[in-house]
C-alpha cells in the first residue's frame, strides 16, 4: 500500500507501541459465555474497558506526552472530552508530573467530571458538545498549554493504533473486527495498523445512529459536518469527524453500520448479564451491531468485538444495594 498525507507508518506504531508498554494493560481477550447462543461461538471479545481509565484513550495520551518538549513541564496540556479522553489525559499527565487542564461539555455527566478531577486535573465545563469545549479548549492552549487533540493529531492516532498490533498478538488468523467510531482515531488507527499487517482482515466500523458523522462523510466523500447529534453514546458523538480519520477510514475501512440508543442499552444489559462487564454505551456499540442483526459474522472464522469502553456511572447500581442493605437493616436483619 502506497502512503499517503494522512497515512500512519507501521514503523512508527511499533515503536510507539514500545514507548508506552511500561504505562498500559495489555487487556484481556475472552470468548463469549458458552452457554448462550446469542453471538457466534467463535467471536472473540477484546476487553479494553480494562485497560487503565477504562478505555483506549490512554494509549494515544501516553504517546503523546512521552513525546512532549521540556516547556510542557511548566505551560502544562489542555484537552477537550466527551469523557474518556480527558480522563486518558488527566492520568497521564498525573503520572508524568505535568498540569492539566480537561474541558467538558456542559453536558458531561457527574461521574464524568468526578473521574477528571479524582487525577487533579483542572475542569472546564462549555458548550452542549465535544465541539464546543474543543474551540473553548484551543482558545487555552493558545497561551502557551500543549493541545492533546482526542483524536486529530499523529501522535495521538499512532498510540490508539497499537490497540490494532496488540489484536495481532492475540489474534494472529483475526480475520474480522468491530470498531465503534467516534471521531475515528481509533478505528483509523487500529485500521492502519492491521491493515498494513494483514491486508486481508475485514474491519467494521459501528457509529449511532444519532451521530452519524463518519458515515454521512465517507458517502459524500468529504468532511460532513452535523447540524446536532443526539445519542446517549456522548464518547461516540463529535460533530464531525477530522481530514485524518476520514481519511484513514476511506483506506482501511471496510464497512460502518448504525446503531440505536435502545440497541445499545440492550448490548450493555447483555454484557454486565452474560459476561459481568459494566461498560458505557460507546463499550457496548460493537455488541449492539451483533445482537440486532445490523452486523452478520457469516463465515469468518476468528471474528472480534473490540470493547472499548468501561467508564459507566455505576451510581445507581450501589444505590439499589445501599437501599436493599438500609432495608434489612431498619427489619433487623
Known sequence: MSASIHDL???????????????????????????????????????????????????????????APPSTRESGVVTASGGNHGVAVAYAAQRLGLPATVYLPATASADRVARVTALHADV??????????HARALQHAAGGALYVHPFDADQ???????????????????????????????IGGMAAAIKQRRPDVRIIGVEPVGAPAMLRSVEAGR???????????????????????????????????LVDDSAMI????????????LV???????????????????????PVALICGGNAAADTVFTTYEQAAATLAQAGI
Open 223 to 257: 468532511l460532513v459536518t452535523l447540524p446536532e447529534v443526539r445519542t446517549i453514546a456522548d464518547t461516540l458523538a463529535p460533530r464531525a469527524v477530522s481530514e485524518r480519520t476520514l481519511a484513514l477510514t476511506q483506506r482501511y475501512v471496510d464497512d460502518i453500520v
Open 156 to 186: 495521538t492516532l499512532v498510540g490508539q493504533a497499537t490497540l490494532g498490533l496488540e489484536l495481532l498478538e492475540d489474534v494472529p488468523d483475526l480475520d474480522l473486527v468491530l470498531i465503534a467510531i467516534g471521531g475515528g482515531g481509533l
Open 280 to 302: 458505557e454505551p460507546a463499550g457496548a456499540a460493537v455488541i449492539a451491531a451483533l445482537l440486532d442483526g445490523v452486523v452478520m459474522l457469516g463465515a469468518a472464522r476468528a
Open 9 to 67: 507508518r507501521l514503523d512508527a506504531i511499533e515503536r510507539a507501541q514500545e514507548r508506552i508498554r511500561p504505562y498500559i494493560r495489555h487487556t484481556p481477550l475472552v470468548p463469549p459465555p458458552v452457554q448462550h447462543t446469542d453471538l457466534p461461538s467463535s467471536l472473540r471479545l477484546k476487553l479494553e474497558n480494562l485497560q487503565v481509565t477504562g478505555s483506549f484513550k490512554v494509549r494515544g495520551a501516553f504517546n503523546t506526552l512521552l513525546q
Open 266 to 277: 440492550a448490548a450493555m444489559r447483555w454484557l454486565w448479564t452474560e459476561c459481568n462487564q
Open 124 to 133: 472546564m465545563q462549555h458548550g452542549r458538545a465535544w465541539d464546543d469545549a
